[in-house]
């Protein structure tokens, strides 16, 4: 998804999960809208792989005070949407549900980062992932 520009509006919550913030902005039409922070080593793109209720539906900035935040975020405008989906509190776990599947995104990315460049650093040794493994079996205790 691309860059939506900033959202300007003032929020009706801020709130910290986990390290991150989060922002519930009310749209034009007064339903809630839920934004989360991204984190600093975010991949363009992961968002799309996100579960978060009707689907990241705006990547952009959400202003905080002087400053912006880069922020993805989801609306509750949706045709199957109804006052219990828009409501505050619903919105805020919503948010805080985001901010825990984008941490889990990001420590698998990391994850298969680090294993590409064991499998490249026993490569050039000449050594097979599976190679290592079996050499360091030795060393775990049962």
Not at 51 to 69: A, E, L, M, N, Q
Not at 109 to 124: C, F, G, P, R, V
Not at 126 to 134: V, W
Request: proline share 2%.
């Amino acid at each position: 998804m691309q860059y939506l520009g900033t959202n300007e509006a003032m929020p009706a919550k801020v709130g910290s999960y986990k390290g991150y913030k989060y922002f519930i902005i009310p749209s034009l039409f007064g339903a809630l809208n839920g934004y989360a922070e991204l984190p600093k080593d975010w991949k363009d793109g992961d968002e799309d792989e996100l579960t978060v209720h009707g689907g990241i539906t705006f990547k952009g900035y959400v202003r905080d005070g002087s400053s912006k935040v880069k922020v993805i975020g989801f609306d509750t405008l949706h045709a199957f949407d109804d006052q219990k989906t828009r409501d505050l509190k619903n919105v805020e776990r919503e948010c805080k549900y985001m901010i825990d599947e984008m941490i889990e995104k990001t420590s698998t990315n990391l994850a298969l980062q680090i294993s590409d460049e064991l499998t490249k650093l026993l490569k050039k040794q000449g050594i097979t992932l599976e190679e290592y493994a079996r050499s360091r079996k030795k060393y775990i205790r049962k």
